[in-house]
């Protein structure tokens, strides 16, 4: 393992925690704002930002400063940025974190200076037990990927081939499809892996349509989900009578209108779609429409407005006070109505208990959409 903190760092994260009693609280949201992974970095940012626009900034009596840092989607400058807002900016909780190899490494940071980490995006399973100091409010792929598989079986699909970016959400995406769809009596024909980094889809795919399966299970980082369709729509699977299937982050909310009507019909497991039918939601995509250039919320917008409820509300249990286990304390058991639904953090896990959806995409109002038509109520991550 490389060499994480110095003895002069380390003294300086454990002294950080002491010097709490400002009456502003400082939040540092760690996202990649340029590089590869920027399509996300931007909805987080523009949602936590949404967040505090309309809810103002105070918290528990105290005044709320969001501190921005650029990480460019690379692990060790995640884990500098961390520890740089510990130190130097004092902050009392970390927040962002758009892939997993970003939130893992900030793990022994906050484990050591006892400083709670709120992940907004990254959904590889095992994160949070990698830190006590780890609070979820998105999802895990398990916890989306499951009911995907559930419905196919339910629904006359007998073999799939999955097609995965090859690093830990996608193999929890693999997996957990496989363990699930095979349970109930279908067959997984193939797991394809395709590179994290520049990955050239063309190969995975012509060995999938060979293979001629009922459906084709997809999972890529939202930011990848455009390309990897524009390719999957190219070769034709949907006119060789090949359903897509998967987690919907390969139909990012975003994107979708830009990949065609070829993905009209498709069906997805997510706990958010930018059509869910509540007074909340409708609130939320008017509102960051209204304040990015009409650009459409995706999961990633919503996790960034989300963490932000989440430690508003944590500071108003703690009434301000920023200690970090006390902090830490007062998110597990959080409850409220997110735009996607009802959300509890599991006590327990330190996870997001969350509703489920059944979702396919089709034309609404002139734009594309993930209309919900089924429920999987009160989810845990497996």
């Known amino acids: 393992m490389k060499k994480l903190i110095t003895a002069a760092l380390m003294a300086g994260l454990l002294a950080a925690g002491g010097a709490q009693a400002q009456q502003t609280v400082k939040i540092g949201l760690i996202a990649p704002m340029t590089g590869p992974q920027a399509a996300a970095g931007r909805q987080m940012v523009a949602g936590a930002k949404l967040y505090m626009a309309l809810n103002g900034n105070k918290a528990g009596g105290k ?3 969001l501190i921005v840092k650029d990480d ?4 060790d400058i995640t884990r500098r940025l961390a520890q740089e807002l510990i130190v130097n900016d004092k902050v009392a909780v970390i927040t962002g974190f758009g892939l997993t190899p970003l939130a893992l490494a900030v793990g022994p940071v906050i484990t050591q200076a006892k400083v709670p980490a709120v992940i907004m995006v990254a959904g590889t399973a095992a994160i949070t037990g990698t830190s006590p100091y780890f609070v979820r409010i998105s999802f895990t792929l398990p916890q989306q990927t499951i009911p995907s598989a559930l419905w196919a079986a339910e629904n006359g699909i007998k073999s799939v081939v999955s097609l995965v970016a090859d690093y830990g959400p996608g193999i929890d995406a693999q997996d957990a499809f496989k363990k699930k769809f095979e349970e109930k009596g279908g067959k997984v024909l193939e797991q394809l892996r395709a590179p994290l980094l520049n990955p050239d889809y063309a190969p995975f795919l012509q060995r999938a349509k060979d293979l001629k399966p009922d459906a084709l ?3 890529v980082p939202a930011p990848q989900a455009g390309a990897l369709m ?5 070769r034709g699977f949907p006119q060789a009578g090949i359903k897509v299937i998967g987690p919907g982050d390969a139909f990012d909310d975003e994107q979708l209108n830009a990949m065609g009507d070829g993905v009209i019909g498709s069906v997805t497991s997510y706990n958010y779609s930018a059509a869910h039918d509540s007074p909340e939601n409708k609130k939320f995509v008017t509102e960051f429409k209204k304040a990015n250039d009409n650009v459409r919320p995706n999961l990633i917008g919503l996790g960034g407005y989300d963490g932000l409820h989440a430690i508003y509300a944590a500071l108003e249990k703690t009434k301000g006070e920023t200690d970090g286990p006390k902090l830490l304390e007062a998110f597990k058991g959080l409850t409220w109505t997110s735009p996607r639904g ?8 330190r996870e997001p208990i969350q509703n489920i959806y059944i979702r396919k995409v089709e034309r609404k109002d002139g734009e ?3 209309i919900e038509f089924a429920t999987y109520p009160n989810q845990k991550t497996p």
């Open 63 to 65: 005044t709320v400063e």
């Open 72 to 75: 460019t989607g690379v692990a």
């Open 217 to 219: 299970m997809l999972f």
């Open 230 to 234: 524009r390719q999957v729509m190219d």
């Open 342 to 349: 009802p959300v509890t953090i599991d006590p327990q896990t």
């Open 368 to 370: 594309l959409y993930h």
